[in-house]
T-cell receptor, first 115, second 112 residues
Protein backbone atom coordinates (compact mmCIF):
# COMPACT_ATOMS: atom_id res chain seq x y z
CA UNK A 1 0.00 0.00 0.00
CA UNK A 2 1.18 3.50 -0.77
CA UNK A 3 1.67 6.03 1.95
CA UNK A 4 3.96 8.28 3.92
CA UNK A 5 6.32 6.99 6.56
CA UNK A 6 7.69 9.26 9.27
CA UNK A 7 10.37 8.09 11.61
CA UNK A 8 10.96 7.92 14.42
CA UNK A 9 7.59 8.26 16.14
CA UNK A 10 9.18 9.73 19.28
CA UNK A 11 12.47 11.61 19.42
CA UNK A 12 14.36 13.14 22.31
CA UNK A 13 17.06 15.72 21.81
CA UNK A 14 19.40 17.53 24.10
CA UNK A 15 19.53 21.28 23.91
CA UNK A 16 22.09 22.52 21.41
CA UNK A 17 21.92 19.44 19.19
CA UNK A 18 20.67 19.19 15.64
CA UNK A 19 18.24 16.40 14.84
CA UNK A 20 16.83 15.11 11.54
CA UNK A 21 13.28 13.83 11.06
CA UNK A 22 12.70 11.39 8.24
CA UNK A 23 9.80 11.50 5.76
CA UNK A 24 9.47 9.00 2.91
CA UNK A 25 6.57 8.54 0.47
CA UNK A 26 5.86 5.92 -2.19
CA UNK A 27 2.85 7.67 -3.71
CA UNK A 28 4.83 9.21 -6.57
CA UNK A 29 3.68 12.64 -5.38
CA UNK A 30 5.62 15.65 -6.58
CA UNK A 31 4.96 17.96 -3.64
CA UNK A 32 5.92 17.43 0.00
CA UNK A 33 5.34 19.54 3.09
CA UNK A 34 6.42 19.86 6.72
CA UNK A 35 4.08 21.18 9.37
CA UNK A 36 4.51 21.86 13.05
CA UNK A 37 1.66 21.36 15.52
CA UNK A 38 1.72 22.62 19.10
CA UNK A 39 -0.77 21.57 21.80
CA UNK A 40 -4.16 23.12 21.22
CA UNK A 41 -3.02 24.85 18.06
CA UNK A 42 -3.46 24.37 14.37
CA UNK A 43 -0.88 23.48 11.77
CA UNK A 44 1.90 25.85 10.79
CA UNK A 45 3.84 25.33 7.56
CA UNK A 46 7.61 25.06 7.96
CA UNK A 47 8.88 24.21 4.45
CA UNK A 48 7.46 22.79 1.26
CA UNK A 49 8.83 21.39 -1.95
CA UNK A 50 6.98 21.09 -5.23
CA UNK A 51 9.76 19.40 -7.19
CA UNK A 52 13.06 17.65 -6.62
CA UNK A 53 15.99 19.95 -5.75
CA UNK A 54 13.69 22.86 -5.01
CA UNK A 55 11.96 23.99 -1.81
CA UNK A 56 10.44 27.11 -0.30
CA UNK A 57 10.12 28.51 3.19
CA UNK A 58 6.76 28.37 4.86
CA UNK A 59 5.50 30.56 7.66
CA UNK A 60 7.93 29.43 10.39
CA UNK A 61 11.14 28.31 8.64
CA UNK A 62 13.61 29.89 11.06
CA UNK A 63 15.71 27.26 12.84
CA UNK A 64 14.83 24.52 10.35
CA UNK A 65 16.40 23.20 7.16
CA UNK A 66 15.33 20.69 4.51
CA UNK A 67 16.61 18.93 1.42
CA UNK A 68 14.85 17.31 -1.53
CA UNK A 69 17.42 15.21 -3.36
CA UNK A 70 14.95 12.46 -4.22
CA UNK A 71 11.28 12.62 -5.12
CA UNK A 72 10.30 10.21 -2.37
CA UNK A 73 12.26 11.80 0.50
CA UNK A 74 11.99 15.16 2.30
CA UNK A 75 13.98 15.14 5.57
CA UNK A 76 13.64 17.99 8.06
CA UNK A 77 16.55 19.08 10.26
CA UNK A 78 15.72 20.91 13.46
CA UNK A 79 18.80 22.94 14.26
CA UNK A 80 20.05 24.33 17.54
CA UNK A 81 18.90 27.74 16.32
CA UNK A 82 15.26 26.70 16.79
CA UNK A 83 14.42 28.20 20.17
CA UNK A 84 11.40 26.08 21.03
CA UNK A 85 11.59 22.82 19.08
CA UNK A 86 9.39 20.64 21.29
CA UNK A 87 6.33 19.90 19.13
CA UNK A 88 4.55 17.36 16.95
CA UNK A 89 5.88 17.37 13.37
CA UNK A 90 3.77 16.25 10.45
CA UNK A 91 4.91 15.49 6.92
CA UNK A 92 2.50 15.46 3.98
CA UNK A 93 2.55 14.98 0.24
CA UNK A 94 0.29 15.76 -2.68
CA UNK A 95 0.15 15.39 -6.45
CA UNK A 96 0.79 18.56 -8.37
CA UNK A 97 -1.46 19.10 -11.32
CA UNK A 98 -4.06 21.56 -12.45
CA UNK A 99 -7.07 19.43 -11.53
CA UNK A 100 -5.89 18.51 -8.08
CA UNK A 101 -8.75 17.25 -5.94
CA UNK A 102 -7.34 14.68 -3.63
CA UNK A 103 -6.08 16.67 -0.69
CA UNK A 104 -2.90 15.90 1.17
CA UNK A 105 -1.74 12.53 2.46
CA UNK A 106 -0.22 12.84 5.93
CA UNK A 107 2.25 10.74 7.81
CA UNK A 108 1.58 9.69 11.40
CA UNK A 109 3.92 12.31 12.80
CA UNK A 110 7.06 12.57 14.94
CA UNK A 111 6.86 13.91 18.46
CA UNK A 112 10.08 15.76 19.28
CA UNK A 113 10.95 16.57 22.88
CA UNK A 114 13.96 18.61 23.95
CA UNK A 115 15.36 17.42 27.26
CA UNK B 1 -4.34 36.35 1.84
CA UNK B 2 -6.54 33.29 1.96
CA UNK B 3 -7.67 32.15 5.40
CA UNK B 4 -9.94 29.71 7.21
CA UNK B 5 -11.84 30.39 10.43
CA UNK B 6 -13.27 27.62 12.58
CA UNK B 7 -15.37 27.73 15.69
CA UNK B 8 -13.35 27.37 18.85
CA UNK B 9 -13.61 24.20 20.85
CA UNK B 10 -13.83 22.04 22.64
CA UNK B 11 -17.25 20.89 21.56
CA UNK B 12 -18.69 18.41 24.05
CA UNK B 13 -21.70 16.29 23.07
CA UNK B 14 -23.51 13.24 24.30
CA UNK B 15 -23.57 10.16 22.12
CA UNK B 16 -26.23 10.33 19.35
CA UNK B 17 -26.39 14.13 19.47
CA UNK B 18 -26.33 16.27 16.33
CA UNK B 19 -22.99 17.84 15.44
CA UNK B 20 -22.22 21.10 13.66
CA UNK B 21 -18.72 22.56 13.42
CA UNK B 22 -18.69 25.92 11.68
CA UNK B 23 -16.08 26.84 9.08
CA UNK B 24 -15.87 29.99 6.96
CA UNK B 25 -13.20 30.99 4.53
CA UNK B 26 -11.73 34.00 2.77
CA UNK B 27 -10.24 33.43 -0.65
CA UNK B 28 -9.92 34.81 -4.15
CA UNK B 29 -11.66 32.58 -6.64
CA UNK B 30 -13.30 29.29 -5.70
CA UNK B 31 -10.87 27.04 -3.88
CA UNK B 32 -11.37 23.36 -3.13
CA UNK B 33 -12.43 22.82 0.49
CA UNK B 34 -11.59 19.97 2.84
CA UNK B 35 -12.26 18.56 6.28
CA UNK B 36 -9.50 16.57 7.96
CA UNK B 37 -9.71 14.59 11.19
CA UNK B 38 -6.91 13.92 13.67
CA UNK B 39 -7.27 11.16 16.24
CA UNK B 40 -5.08 11.36 19.38
CA UNK B 41 -1.38 10.90 18.66
CA UNK B 42 -1.88 10.47 14.93
CA UNK B 43 -1.52 12.43 11.71
CA UNK B 44 -4.40 13.97 9.79
CA UNK B 45 -6.77 11.95 7.64
CA UNK B 46 -8.87 13.38 4.85
CA UNK B 47 -12.52 13.13 5.92
CA UNK B 48 -14.32 14.74 3.00
CA UNK B 49 -13.91 17.36 0.30
CA UNK B 50 -15.81 19.58 -2.13
CA UNK B 51 -14.34 21.18 -5.20
CA UNK B 52 -17.02 23.60 -6.41
CA UNK B 53 -19.99 25.59 -5.19
CA UNK B 54 -23.01 23.57 -3.99
CA UNK B 55 -21.00 20.34 -3.91
CA UNK B 56 -21.70 18.19 -0.86
CA UNK B 57 -18.85 16.10 0.50
CA UNK B 58 -19.74 13.11 2.65
CA UNK B 59 -18.00 10.26 4.43
CA UNK B 60 -18.66 8.09 7.53
CA UNK B 61 -21.94 9.91 8.21
CA UNK B 62 -20.31 13.36 8.08
CA UNK B 63 -21.42 15.93 5.51
CA UNK B 64 -20.42 19.43 4.46
CA UNK B 65 -21.79 21.63 1.66
CA UNK B 66 -19.73 24.21 -0.21
CA UNK B 67 -21.72 27.45 0.15
CA UNK B 68 -20.31 30.17 -2.08
CA UNK B 69 -22.83 32.79 -1.03
CA UNK B 70 -21.88 32.52 2.65
CA UNK B 71 -18.26 31.35 2.05
CA UNK B 72 -18.89 28.46 4.43
CA UNK B 73 -18.24 24.73 4.66
CA UNK B 74 -19.84 23.62 7.93
CA UNK B 75 -19.33 20.03 9.07
CA UNK B 76 -22.41 18.11 10.24
CA UNK B 77 -23.26 14.66 11.52
CA UNK B 78 -26.70 13.52 12.57
CA UNK B 79 -25.69 11.19 15.39
CA UNK B 80 -22.19 11.26 16.85
CA UNK B 81 -20.44 8.33 18.48
CA UNK B 82 -17.74 8.18 21.14
CA UNK B 83 -15.33 7.07 18.43
CA UNK B 84 -15.83 10.43 16.66
CA UNK B 85 -13.89 12.17 19.43
CA UNK B 86 -10.99 13.87 17.64
CA UNK B 87 -9.77 17.21 16.35
CA UNK B 88 -11.37 18.39 13.11
CA UNK B 89 -9.61 20.76 10.72
CA UNK B 90 -11.21 22.75 7.92
CA UNK B 91 -8.88 23.67 5.04
CA UNK B 92 -8.83 25.31 1.63
CA UNK B 93 -6.46 24.74 -1.26
CA UNK B 94 -4.60 27.72 -2.63
CA UNK B 95 -4.55 26.53 -6.22
CA UNK B 96 -1.76 28.85 -7.29
CA UNK B 97 0.76 27.43 -4.81
CA UNK B 98 -0.90 24.05 -4.10
CA UNK B 99 -0.66 24.82 -0.40
CA UNK B 100 -3.40 23.80 1.98
CA UNK B 101 -4.40 26.54 4.40
CA UNK B 102 -5.79 25.14 7.63
CA UNK B 103 -8.10 26.47 10.26
CA UNK B 104 -7.02 26.22 13.89
CA UNK B 105 -8.90 22.98 14.51
CA UNK B 106 -11.91 22.13 16.68
CA UNK B 107 -11.70 19.44 19.33
CA UNK B 108 -14.80 17.24 19.64
CA UNK B 109 -15.43 15.18 22.76
CA UNK B 110 -18.33 12.74 22.69
CA UNK B 111 -19.46 11.32 26.02
CA UNK B 112 -21.23 7.96 26.38
Amino acid sequence: DGGITQSPKYLFRKEGQNVTLSCEQNLNHDAMYWYRQDPGQGLRLIYYSQIVNDFQKGDIAEGYSVSREKKESFPLTVTSAQKNPTAFYLCASSPRDTYFEGGYTFGSGTRLTVV
Amino acid sequence: GDSVTQMEGPVTLSEEAFLTINCTYTATGYPSLFWYVQYPGEGLQLLLKATKADDKGSNKGFEATYRKETTSFHLEKGSVQVSDSAVYFCALLDDSSYKLIFGSGTRLLVRP
